[in-house]
């Protein structure tokens, strides 16, 4: 607590030279330890000025804490800071490096570094009482202390080292917070027997019920936090601290292979296994190949910061494709990020997509354009061309666009704002496009609304195709959901569709209402249209699909070859200017076909598409 500008400190007494302690208000302590060549542990007023970085020595130097001990775990943080070179001829020194959450900014505790004060948040106040020795000092590497968070020469500098910050500490140490149910979580995961393996009743309770504590524990706000991938998975010795409780993190990765059957939306889930596969790989060193770096910031989408480049620079380090060394010659065969906290977001992230397509793989550019149908909304961004992703916005859909069906190639234009994908069928320039739209999946997705929103989709279409019937619908829908990456098999989805067009449907709710959310669950931010088109014939016979829900009347489809279905296609969904005459991509989607339609497609000139 502060007097006025002093500060309330512990200090020790010389006995040769008692008249340099302070001589103001001296509070004499019991002595309860027996410190040598010391009179007193006494506790003065003392004046503390901001802290004040110095500049490091070089460019491959951090620094480091030194937090000093104390008995009491109220008692004031004290600590020095210690320059740690990273170069060729650096010294091996033993440290531990912190995870946690920032949260809010809000400075308002003290973190006492030598005779001045930097002010830190509640949170890692905790954890630095948490991780505090009794009797010995412990070095701990902390971005908010040891990062000049206010120097961005500095941190262009400093984060691309983290990678190897926390590759070369001796543990990684993560802080969870001070939750008392979470931590009774983390008791009873390290306590539970493990039963992987198990088809008994006893085994499925037990897989249940560790899948439910981890689903509570992944509601924390450290497990949404985008730089604790980075700092986890590049470190083979993890502990998760919650209270007073720990946890190894190759503790909770054994418990978590003995769940089985997740079910396929619970993303959270999903995203904590991600990361868990992604830390075996990295550790145990059984990956083939590292992920691309759009193949991470896909499967890390809900992982926050606080500052939007992070988005890319917290996750550069672990993509076994991407560069953040300035000084490399190009061409090479790793796609250059450049880390600079001075230059806007807009330009960040289509300097670094023009890096995608000038130097990546095919499968990295398609990647690239998976990503930004996902995220494709009704107000784009127009500074950002709409083939990249805004990677500020969550994923609001799935893509059907699979790497693995799609024959095209995607080029950079001599304008590098954008590109040419090819080939291609554009099948609305000479024709009329979407003529009309049903009403886009409700966000709340209670069952009366699924089954509105199916049976409303059905209507939208039969009464518009006279030879329309349940089995194209059921086609149509089981395509979608399997290019999203979902294994529903058709005979499935027909009975759920079955179930959910009867008028009595609520009078046999059964084990389909879980198959409906699941698939409604798939088509999010998806809605049905009727598309009309001269090129193939089909002005009086339009045809039906599925698309983004921003769709609308006049946009055009561009087929993708190779991606058909028994009955579908996937197509991109463009929309033309009328101002400049460019397409700007509007997403993906998928359409059902007639024969008649399916062959006339077949029998034109591939071409090529421009999209801005």
């Not at 500020?392 to 666009?401: E, H, N, S």
Request: one cysteine or more; a neutral charge; aromatic letters at 8%.
């Amino acid at each position: 607590m502060f007097f006025s500008n002093l500060w309330l400190a512990e200090v020790l007494v010389p006995i040769q030279h008692p008249s340099r302690a302070y001589n103001s208000d001296i509070i004499p302590l019991p002595r309860n330890i027996n410190y040598p060549n010391m009179t007193e542990r006494v506790i003065v007023r003392l004046p503390l000025t901001p802290y004040t970085y110095s500049p490091l020595s070089s460019p491959t130097q951090t620094r480091v804490i030194v937090l000093k001990p104390s008995l009491d775990y109220s008692a004031p943080l004290h600590c020095t800071l210690e320059e740690l070179d990273f170069g060729w001829s650096r010294t091996v020194v033993e440290y531990d490096a912190l995870s946690y959450t920032w949260g809010l900014p809000n400075f308002t505790e003290k973190l006492i570094i030598g005779m001045q004060v930097l002010h830190i948040t509640t949170n890692l106040r905790d954890a630095l009482r948490r991780l505090r020795n009794p009797v010995e000092s412990r070095r701990l590497w902390v971005d908010a202390v040891c990062i000049n968070q206010g120097d961005n020469d500095e941190k262009s500098i400093q984060i691309p080292m983290m990678g190897q910050i926390y590759l070369a500490a001796s543990s990684v140490r993560v802080w969870l917070g001070d939750y008392p149910h979470e931590a009774g979580i983390l008791r009873g995961i390290k306590a539970s027997a493990r039963q992987a393996g198990q088809t008994t009743r006893v085994g499925r309770w037990h897989s249940s019920e560790m899948l439910m504590s981890i689903m509570e524990l992944v509601k924390l706000p450290w497990f949404s936090r985008r730089w604790i991938v980075q700092e986890v998975v590049l470190n083979a010795n993890v502990i998760l601290y919650c209270c007073q409780e720990e946890l190894a993190w190759v503790q909770l990765a054994s418990r978590m292979s003995s769940i089985k059957n997740v079910p396929p939306v619970l993303t959270s889930y999903e995203t904590l296994s991600a990361m868990v596969n992604l830390w075996k790989a990295w550790v145990l060193g059984n990956a083939n190949e590292p992920p691309n770096m759009v193949q991470l910031l896909e499967s890390f989408d809900t992982f926050e910061c606080f500052d939007a480049r992070d988005r890319l620079y917290a996750l550069a380090g672990l993509a076994g494709d991407i560069s953040t060394d300035q000084q490399q010659v190009l061409p090479s065969k790793h796609i250059p990020l450049r880390v600079d906290y001075r230059m806007h977001i807009e330009d960040l992230y289509t300097e670094f997509g023009i890096s995608i397509m000038r130097f990546g793989q095919e499968r990295m550019k398609l990647d690239l354009l998976r990503s930004a149908v996902a995220r494709c909304q009704k107000d784009q961004n127009e500074n950002i061309p709409t083939w990249v992703s805004d990677w500020r916005q969550r994923t609001v859909r799935r893509p059907f666009l699979r790497p693995e069906t799609i024959n095209v190639t995607i080029e950079l234009s001599h304008r590098s704002t954008s590109v040419f994908i090819k080939p291609l069928i554009q099948v609305c320039i000479a024709g009329v496009g979407v003529t009309a739209t049903c009403e886009r999946l409700p966000s709340l997705m209670t069952s009366n609304e699924n089954v509105d929103w199916i049976q409303k989709m059905r209507d939208f279409w039969f009464s518009r195709d006279p030879i329309a019937n349940v089995e194209s619908y059921a086609q149509l829908i089981t395509a979608c959901i399997q290019s999203a990456g979902a294994n529903i098999p058709q005979h499935q989805v027909r009975s759920t569709l079955d179930w959910a067009l009867l008028p009595s449907w609520r009078d046999s709710i059964n084990e389909n209402v879980d198959s409906l959310m699941d698939i409604v669950r798939l088509m999010k931010g998806r809605r049905m249209f009727c598309f009309s088109s001269s090129c193939t014939g089909q002005l009086n016979n339009p045809l039906f699909g599925i698309g983004p829900d921003h769709i609308q009347i006049g946009d055009g489809l561009a087929v993708m070859p190779s991606t058909a279905h028994a009955r579908t296609i996937t197509v991109l969904v463009t929309r033309g200017c009328t101002n400049t005459g460019q397409n700007r991509l509007v997403g993906d989607g998928m359409l059902f076909l007639d024969w008649n339609a399916g062959r006339g497609w077949g029998q034109r000139r591939l071409g090529k598409l421009q999209i801005f």
